[in-house]
């Protein structure tokens, strides 16, 4: 079976209490698809932060002793990196406009998360609105999945997707940062290769490597592709999370 992905058109601006089962079944009845079994659905992350209303204001931010600090090393605002500490278990790295850090779910990445695109307050400035990510994306993915399966009565998979940056690349791809019904690693360790060799280190982000193909499709500005329908994923569906993409601290030669 072909890998596929398809862009579910006509969602429109996600509101705090908007419903993203919803929003994917509108976006199938408008491309005409009938979920099967095996489908996952790849959703992006602002729409889930948007719809849980991790919205939040600079204005209503009083940033630490620590913040203060940071933001002379950093060139950010003050407020902006106070809530980086606040969502983040470690700073690991700072330097002008840098500050990586592990998140509290576990994973490596800039701002922890949290960003100024596309993203719209009801009241104030505008530019003093920044968004949080869910405050656990593999609980949110799988209450979408419960509600669609559901509705639907099929075996699904829900992939929620950030984009961050990665150690030896320029660029940013399209990461898991939650999911429910699909796995987030094949271990393909003891299977054969062409040539009868069995594979002795061989584990495949799965998870990821999806979650790159659909942020292609989703872009990173304008277009509005928020939510993705896949077909013909290549592995088995299983009861995955995002513990399972996140390196021991023991085993990570990066920090």
């Given at each position: 079976m072909p890998l596929t992905f398809t862009s579910l058109p006509g969602i429109p601006l996600v509101s705090p209490g908007d419903s993203i089962s919803?929003?994917?079944?509108?976006?199938?009845?408008?491309?005409?698809?009938?979920?099967?079994?095996?489908?996952i659905i790849v959703i992006a992350q602002k729409i889930v932060s948007k719809s849980e209303g991790r919205l939040v204001n600079l204005t209503t931010v009083n940033p630490s002793s620590q913040a203060v600090e940071l933001s002379v090393v950093t060139g950010k605002d003050a407020r902006f990196v106070e809530l980086v500490l606040q969502e983040s278990n470690e700073i690991l790295r700072t330097g002008w406009n840098t500050l990586i850090v592990e998140h509290k779910r576990g994973f490596i990445c800039a701002n922890a998360g949290i960003d100024h695109s596309n993203v719209r307050g009801p009241w104030g400035n505008q530019e003093d609105w920044v968004l949080l990510l869910p405050v656990n994306s593999d609980k949110s993915a799988m209450m979408i999945r419960e509600e669609l399966e559901a509705k639907y009565g099929k075996k699904l998979g829900i992939l929620i997707i950030d984009s961050h940056g990665r150690a030896w690349r320029v660029g940013t791809v399209g990461m898991?940062?939650?999911?429910?019904?699909l796995p987030g690693v094949m271990d393909l360790r003891g299977q054969p290769d062409l040539f009868g060799y069995h594979l002795r280190i061989t584990q495949v982000g799965a998870a990821d490597e999806l979650a790159a193909g659909a942020s292609l499709m989703m872009g990173q500005a304008a277009e509005g592709s928020p939510i993705i329908h896949v077909r013909g994923f290549p592995y088995p569906l299983r009861d995955g999370s995002l513990p399972e993409l996140?390196?021991?601290?023991?085993?990570?030669l990066f920090r």
């Open positions: 919803k929003l994917v079944q509108t976006g199938l009845r408008n491309c005409l698809i009938q979920l099967e079994d095996g489908d898991a940062i939650g999911l429910s019904g996140i390196r021991e601290k023991d085993q990570d």
